[in-house]
């Protein structure tokens, strides 16, 4: 059963709209990630279930109760931001008090309470410390405990991450999902990372332009991108035009090459398509092999350490298709503008729908090959 | 142990000494500086001076010729045991307080709702809070006299009456002062971000507004509160016409016309007054200091 549940939810602001229509249920316990660009409604949603923006239309329920038009501070729901947020006049531990003192708690139990929490972001000394004295990092974590502190129905992150350096960034977020499955709060994350979606959430929605492109778990999310947005916008995976020529036995033309795909086709013959094929499924073909293969020349090689990023353009002139080799030291990787052959299976094949949004609007991940 | 030995670079170094002499360019330049500094503490300094020295000329003469023998504080004394003098400083001091709490009390809640939800609002409130800039003293004070002389709202002939009309004309005049510092004071802090936070923590306005919003901008509210001060302390126009003589600034006004030192040592004291105040904003600013860094992070 949804334990936080926003229905037919719309929001305008003026002429523009910011989200089209937000259906979603989230089971209690549950972390789900809003991911997309920036302007892509997800802020604003999360604004929406946090009661800082009220929707145009819809409904939003927790534990089945109609908060839509409730104000921010009678909706028991915790914030994390962006900027920390901190109040400067307060001490750690005042902070992490405030929403206690507003419940008008005991003195004895908003201690109580206030020590466990700094235990929880293993921040015990700091009690007495101001914001100012603490490193971002600390910060967010004091933030992160003042949110939890007095036992919100649901946490609301808004990229609590995206102001920290990358270290602190990746334990940072190892923290915070570890406190989230500790105490078993229902969260809602907002981050345009892909990453951090990935490897933090139960279920990812993905947004483009105020519109749900798709909602799954990461792995489905990752490896079966229901439009061409999302196969663009999370992971790494090739986009290539293509043709259908046969779409019950599953047959597409790609750079003049015919390929197999793994799941049916349901686009009609002859029709232009967005194939997706992804990076890890690829190898140079050396021998008979069986499956799809493609033809092309090395455009680029990149050593990136343990792994070798090889880019190879393909007959037609389309892609490239990227692509990882393990670094090999007795075996040299192919020279740049040699004619090579991929292989792949029809599985790592995928027909895209067309997206949810126009493809102009699409924006490109970081490091995906341009198409 | 010795390091290794400097290495003098003969080229640049013939380079540097061909060169326009920079330091030497420097050095005038600080001159100038202080050229400037010291016309500008004595165009201040030597007013002072003059006044202090004419303050401490009241009294020891000579009983026969009446030449001056040496200076003497007899002016002061006389002042600081002139009730009227205690009186009127008070009065104004106890004017200035109210003004200032009611001053806050409408600014502060305005300025921080229209940040926060009425931008667009802005350029129209701070033209509003221009206008004693343009509308002059005089004309304000009969345009109250005027008002609040007549029925439904003949409340100046009361004490409590004219000082309460009095000091609504106080917090107009320091609508520029007031909203200006206050108005700083809420661009320098993440306005929507606490205010979010207070209220997802369970806040109301009320609350907001006082734990959040008055306690980070304490230094704001110390420079127009103390703005304030200095204005209702010398304000002479309307509190002659309003209340008399009962303020400091027409006591002071007063007392030149009747008195030869006694209205230089009260200049003198006002000014030490004014800069007492300016003091504690300094030493009130710096204590605040302790959990007064801006917020960090990006937005």
Known sequence: ?371 | MSGPAPVVDAARLADDLDAPPRGRRRERGALWAWVVVIIAITYFIVPLISTLEFSLRAAVKDPVTGEFIRPSLQAYTLVFNDPKFIDALLYSFRMALVTIAVSLLLLVPTAFWVRLKLPRLRPVVELVTLMPFVIPPVILVFGLIRTYSGQPFAIISTPLGADAVLVGAYVVLSFPYMYRAVDTGLASIDLRSLTEAAQSMGAGWPRILWSVIFPNLRSALLSGAFLTLAIVIGEYTIANFLVGTKPFGPYLSLLGQNKAYEPAAVSLISFGITWAAMLMILIVGRGGGRGRAPVTGAR
């Open chain 1, 1 to 371: 059963m949804a334990f936080l549940s926003l229905s037919g939810i719309r929001k305008e602001f003026g002429e523009h709209i910011a989200v089209h229509r937000f259906d979603l249920d989230v089971g209690e316990g549950e972390f789900v990630s809003f991911l997309g660009p920036s302007g892509c409604g997800k802020t604003t949603t999360l604004r929406m279930i946090a009661g800082f923006e009220l929707p145009t239309s819809g409904v939003i329920r927790i534990a089945d109760e109609d908060i839509s038009r409730k104000p921010p501070n009678q909706r028991n729901v915790g914030m994390v931001f962006q900027s920390y947020a901190l109040f400067p006049n307060m001490s750690v531990a005042n902070n992490i008090a405030f929403g206690l003192k507003m419940r008008k708690e005991s003195k004895g139990a908003i201690k109580t309470r206030v020590a466990e929490l700094l235990e929880l972001i293993h921040l015990p000394q700091a009690a007495d410390k101001y914001p100012y004295e603490l490193s971002g990092g600390m910060q967010q974590r004091v933030a992160l405990a003042r949110a939890l502190a007095f036992r919100p129905r649901v946490l609301l992150l808004d990229e609590p991450l995206s102001a920290l350096d990358a270290k602190i960034r990746l334990s940072l977020r190892q923290e915070i999902r570890a406190i989230q499955r500790q105490l078993g709060i229902t969260t809602v994350y907002v981050t345009h990372d892909q990453e951090e979606a990935l490897s933090l959430s139960d279920r990812i929605v993905v947004m483009s332009q105020g519109r749900m492109e798709q909602v799954g778990t990461p792995s489905e999310i990752y490896n079966t991108p229901a439009t061409e947005f999302v196969a663009r916008f999370v992971g790494t995976l090739n986009i290539l035009p293509g043709v259908v020529v046969d779409a019950p036995s599953g047959r597409v033309k790609v750079a003049g090459q015919e390929l197999r795909v793994g799941s049916p086709v349901t686009a009609m013959n002859g029709s232009q398509v967005h194939v997706a094929l992804r990076p890890e499924a690829i190898a140079i073909a050396s021998g008979d092999v069986d499956g799809n293969l493609l033809s092309g020349t090395v455009a680029d090689v990149t050593f990136l350490g343990s792994i070798v990023r090889i880019r190879v353009r393909l007959g037609d002139g389309s892609g490239p298709v990227a692509f990882d080799t393990f670094n090999n030291p007795h075996a040299a990787p192919p020279a740049i503008g040699a004619a090579v052959t991929l292989a792949f299976p029809p599985e790592a094949l995928l027909v895209l729908a067309e997206s949810a949004t126009p493809s102009h609007a699409l924006v490109d991940a970081d490091g995906l090959p341009a198409t």
